[in-house]
């Protein structure tokens, strides 16, 4: 699959080796062979420039670790962007109590839907579930048959109705039969269409009204590539789509499908197809691909140490900070580090115990510049000792920072609560400390954030599965 990218990425990274350390002129360079590549593997051209913009950005801010090479670095930071590029993602498939879960397969003509339905029922028995098949291509004359045969090989029963052509009414009286025989899972198998047609998109999503579907998998041929990406655009405008199974796989492709689906449909690749076989199913893991692109889990693996290390001894430093207790001072050194090394979510997600606190939530990096507005309008000795202001010295501040007193309030009071938890937490052992970091994870996002902003600095982003299932209705009206 990634054997063209895998070559011009060891020429770009041999190149760089030997030079003495990172330039922006020679990771300049670098980048130029690097978009080259991603355009000649098919990878969409918004996607090329976010992914060299990013490795241009980190590369140039990259930590200088004495021990590593300048090629090692680079390598570190392609592989981290590739994974960002590609996850994250869950390939998991979230079933509902009591069942059935509703899985509705869409996708365009030959795309591979028929055959991953086989693979899916066998991923699932083989995980304890007991899925049930429905027929609902009326369409092509002999597509129940061959869900029947599949369903046959892998020892899943089929639902089939022949006595009609309303495949809604195949999909409602399936979901009903796999309760009365007590299956826990439905797997619709709809009608292929040739390219993007009215009619058969306004059937899938007639479907998907009708039966509620908890699902919903869009299955993409990796051989068409980019097409195979804006085919993914348009159903996910119709139908919202849970994820993306791509097929073909095993072919010789050119990979860029698998690396611009998600940046440009904004949903994840849950699985990949890897041939005609029904066991040829592999759950997507950004990781696993990166690492099989790059052909150098092993760089990876010693930069990721070398980094470790000297975070470790960082981090030592900023204990003893802690304990003696940081003031405003510190923290406006702090912030302007957060703000030079790019989005604060991302930054959120590198602390032990805040990526699963924080996973929900959307932290407003502007936000960051009205704090520093704040402290810089503070005297040294305001900084330093930040009890000593009272009433009029925050009047002050706040008119100097454009800003209100509740919100010169707001953060002094949340930063002596983060000053405080943090000299107790530097007398923890590390694993209280890790405990608490959840903690603090939350002291910091419901605490500063919102109350600095206001309350909205702090998105809620997920929405319930109910909500989605009523998009959903709304959408394929
Ligand atoms: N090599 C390879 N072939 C695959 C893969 N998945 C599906 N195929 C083949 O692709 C062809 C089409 O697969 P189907 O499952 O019939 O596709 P479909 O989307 O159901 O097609 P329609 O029902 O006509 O819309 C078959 O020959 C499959 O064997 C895969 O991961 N790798
Ligand atoms: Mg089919």
């Known amino acids: 699959m990634f054997e063209g990218l895998t070559q011009r990425?060891?020429?770009?990274?041999?190149?760089?080796?030997?030079?003495?350390?990172?330039?922006?002129?020679?990771?300049?360079?670098?980048?130029?062979?690097?978009?080259t590549a991603l355009l000649e593997a098919d990878v969409h051209v918004q996607v090329v420039k976010k992914f060299t913009d990013d490795v241009m950005t980190k590369a140039l801010g990259a930590k200088v670790i004495e021990t590593l090479h300048p090629d090692q670095v680079l390598i570190k930071i392609v592989h981290d962007e590739l994974v960002a590029l590609m996850g994250p993602v869950d390939s998991r498939i979230p079933y509902v109590t009591p069942g059935p879960t509703v899985v509705l397969m869409a996708g365009l003509q030959g795309s591979g839907k028929t055959t991953t339905c086989g693979k899916l029922a066998k991923y699932m028995m083989a995980r304890g579930k007991r899925p049930l098949l429905v027929a609902a291509d009326l369409k092509r004359p002999a597509a129940i048959e061959q869900l029947e045969v599949i369903g046959g090989q892998v020892g899943c029963p089929v639902y089939v109705e022949r006595d009609h052509q309303n495949p809604v009414k195949v999909c409602r009286n399936g979901v009903l039969h796999a309760r009365k025989t007590d299956r826990d899972v439905v797997v619709l198998d709809t009608a292929g269409r040739l390219a993007i047609d009215e009619e058969l998109m306004a059937e899938v999503a007639q479907i998907a009204n009708t039966t509620n579907p908890h699902q919903i998998y869009l299955v993409i041929d990796a051989m068409t590539g980019q097409d195979a990406v804006n085919t993914a655009k348009h159903f996910n405008e119709r139908l919202e789509l849970d994820g993306l199974?791509?097929?073909?796989?095993?072919?010789?492709?050119?990979?860029?499908?698998?690396?611009?689906?998600?940046?440009?449909?904004?949903?994840?690749?849950?699985?990949?197809?890897?041939?005609?076989?029904?066991?040829?199913?592999?759950?997507?893991?950004?990781?696993?691909?990166?690492?099989?692109?790059?052909?150098?889990?092993?760089v990876v693996t010693l930069v990721e140490k070398a980094q470790q290390q000297y975070d470790a001894a960082e981090a030592a430093k900023l204990q003893k900070k802690m304990a003696t207790g940081l003031n405003l001072e510190d923290f406006l050194v702090q912030l302007r580090k957060m703000k030079s090394m790019g989005p604060m979510k991302d930054l959120m997600k590198m602390v032990p115990?805040?990526?699963?606190?924080?996973?929900?939530?959307?932290?407003?990096?502007?936000?960051?510049?009205?704090?520093?507005?704040?402290?810089?309008?503070?005297?040294?000795?305001?900084?330093?000792?930040?009890?000593?202001?009272?009433?009029?010295?925050?009047?002050?501040?706040?008119?100097?920072?454009?800003?209100?007193?509740?919100?010169?309030?707001?953060?002094?009071k949340s930063f002596?609560?983060?000053?405080?938890?943090?000299?107790?937490?530097?007398?923890?052992?590390?694993?209280?400390?890790?405990?608490?970091?959840?903690?603090?994870?939350?002291?910091?996002?419901?605490?500063?954030?919102?109350?600095?902003?206001?309350?909205?600095?702090?998105?809620?982003r997920q929405i319930s599965s109910k909500e989605k299932r009523k998009n959903r209705k709304r959408k394929s009206r």
């Open 353 to 412: 115990g805040m990526a699963t606190e924080m996973g929900n939530l959307d932290v407003d990096d502007r936000e960051l510049g009205r704090f520093e507005a704040i402290i810089q309008s503070m005297t040294p000795k305001e900084r330093a000792h930040p009890e000593i202001i009272e009433a009029s010295r925050r009047r002050r501040i706040a008119r100097g920072s454009g800003t209100d007193v509740k919100d010169v309030s707001g953060l002094i």
């Open 9 to 35: 990425f060891n020429g770009v990274f041999n190149r760089i080796r030997g030079r003495g350390r990172i330039t922006e002129e020679n990771v300049r360079e670098a980048m130029r062979e690097v978009r």
């Open 416 to 460: 002596t609560q983060v000053r405080d938890m943090m000299k107790v937490m530097s007398k923890m052992s590390l694993m209280d400390r890790m405990k608490s970091m959840g903690q603090f994870a939350k002291l910091a996002a419901g605490g500063i954030m919102p109350r600095f902003k206001g309350g909205s600095t702090v998105k809620k």
């Open 245 to 298: 199974i791509l097929t073909k796989f095993d072919s010789d492709t050119r990979g860029g499908a698998a690396l611009s689906a998600k940046t440009i449909t904004g949903k994840p690749i849950k699985f990949i197809g890897i041939g005609e076989k029904l066991d040829a199913l592999e759950e997507f893991h950004a990781d696993r691909i990166a690492g099989r692109i790059l052909g150098m889990g092993d």
